[in-house]
T-cell receptor
Framework: KAGVTQTPRYLIKTRGQQVTLSCSPI?????VSWYQQTPGQGLQFLFE???????NKGNFPGRFSGRQFSNSRSEMNVSTLELGDSALYLC??????????????FGNGTRLTVT | GQQVMQIPQYQHVQEGEDFTTYCNSS?????IQWYKQRPGGHPVFLIQ?????EVKKQKRLTFQFGEAKKNSSLHITATQTTDVGTYFC????????FGAGTTVTVRA
């Protein structure tokens, strides 16, 4: 099976711009979660989508949003970029039982740099 | 929500030695998962522990879940250079929350 695919791998944007990141989950996985990873804050949960619905959301401002399509592919969008948004954004797919017992399978991430 | 604290933050190990990293919570955990992230890579699932007192082994790695389900440990024997990376524990409370990780470096 193909793994989780994230595009693009690297992105450089300017403050105030917006960005869209894409994630294709493992075939058969219906849950997609997004995490932000920074040296200072570690792995922070952004949101989880299951069957095209946002199932859970972390403590991030409304500038961070996402969606999931009928084929389980997901996108996340960050508007009005700030310098502090520079991070590795990781997408993870799972079977999504909702019981917390499905391992997450992470993609390689998108490295976003905001200048 | 549930938070897990990992200690130590950094572990410098001589090749061939053993070490243990710990994951602690103030609340009872439904389960605990462990992940490894190599430098420049992404987190990779290692194992899940569910039962009180559960012990699981993967070659030189031994994972343990505490009797009270409030702590977990990862013990690596005969450390090798391939063990370099950051080890995260994660607990589930409507979302999977990760500890800060233990970053392991190995001296050859």
């Amino acid at each position: 099976k193909a793994g989780v695919t994230q595009t693009p791998r690297y992105l450089i944007k300017t403050r105030g711009q917006q960005v869209t990141l894409s994630c294709s989950p493992i075939s058969g996985h219906r849950s997609v979660s997004w995490y932000q990873q920074t040296p200072g804050q570690g792995l922070q949960f952004l949101f989880e989508y299951f069957s095209e619905t946002q199932r859970n959301k972390g403590n991030f401002p409304g500038r961070f949003s996402g969606r999931q399509f009928s084929n389980s592919r997901s996108e996340m969008n960050v508007s009005t970029l700030e310098l502090g948004d520079s991070a590795l954004y990781l997408c993870a797919s799972s079977l999504g039982t909702g019981q917390g017992n499905s391992p997450l399978h992470f993609g390689n991430g998108t490295r976003l740099t905001v200048t | 929500g549930q938070q897990v604290m990992q200690i130590p933050q950094y572990q410098h190990v001589q090749e061939g030695e053993d070490f243990t990293t710990y994951c602690n919570s103030s609340t009872t955990l439904s389960n605990i998962q462990w992940y490894k992230q190599r430098p420049g890579g992404h987190p990779v699932f290692l194992i899940q522990l569910v039962k009180s007192g559960e012990v699981k082994k993967q070659k030189r790695l031994t994972f343990q879940f505490g009797e009270a389900k409030k702590n977990s440990s990862l013990h690596i024997t005969a450390t090798q250079t391939t063990d370099v990376g950051t080890y995260f524990c994660a607990s589930y409370d409507y979302k999977l929350s990760f500890g800060a990780g233990t970053t392991v470096t190995v001296r050859a």
